[in-house]
């Protein structure tokens, strides 16, 4: 860390086995992001803990290049509140890793393409997928209502690998509004 740990108390005695373990999980928190620029430490017991969810509070504020992250947690015992708050800082900081690294995945659907063929008296026919392949689909796995499909229709569909090549299963209809 560029600028050293702050931690601070309100209504609560910090021992030193407390501050020992505050400055042992801060120290932790590199491990998932080494340019951490500060990390401040709040300790707190409420005075009201009823609407607050414990009498116990601690909250990790974290400042890396461009933001700021917070973890803020309350518990019945200081110790669980400690704890949870360093388990979600530590999330938090292994998110933001991730993020500035690439690593975010990125949701991926269900292929789709359109009906390029369709042979209704033989029950079969071929959907055009986006990568520009032509993928085998049987009547029996179409969702919809095979005789309503057409030519041209945008569909959805699960691929997997047939005794013959790509084969494509529950065959849907894509809607208007998708």
């Known amino acids: 860390m ?3 740990l ?9 021992s030193p086995p407390l501050e020992a373990e505050l400055r042992r999980r ?4 590199e491990r998932y ?16 803990h009823h609407q607050e969810g414990g009498p116990y509070r ?14 803020n947690k309350a518990a019945e015992d200081l110790n669980t509140a400690v704890r949870a708050a360093f388990s979600a800082a530590e999330r938090q900081v292994d998110d933001f890793s991730r993020r500035r690294r690439g690593e975010v995945k990125t949701p991926v659907g269900p292929p789709h393409g359109t009906v390029a063929r369709i042979f209704a ?19 029996n796995a179409v969702l919809d209502d095979f005789d309503s499909l057409q030519p041209g229709a945008p569909v959805r569909f699960a691929e997997s690998q047939g005794d013959e090549g790509p084969q494509a299963s529950t065959v849907s209809l894509i809607g208007r509004e998708d």
């Open 26 to 29: 801060a120290a932790k928190l």
């Open 121 to 139: 008296e033989e029950g079969f026919g071929f959907i055009l997928a986006e990568d520009g392949r032509e993928i085998y689909f049987h009547r």
């Open 33 to 48: 992001y080494d340019r951490i620029t500060s990390c401040r430490i709040a300790v707190e017991r409420e005075s009201n």
């Open 58 to 71: 601690v909250r990790v504020d974290i400042t890396v290049p461009g933001s700021e992250l917070v973890a």
């Open 6 to 14: 702050e931690i601070s108390t309100r209504l609560i005695e910090l």
């Open 2 to 4: 560029q600028v050293p």
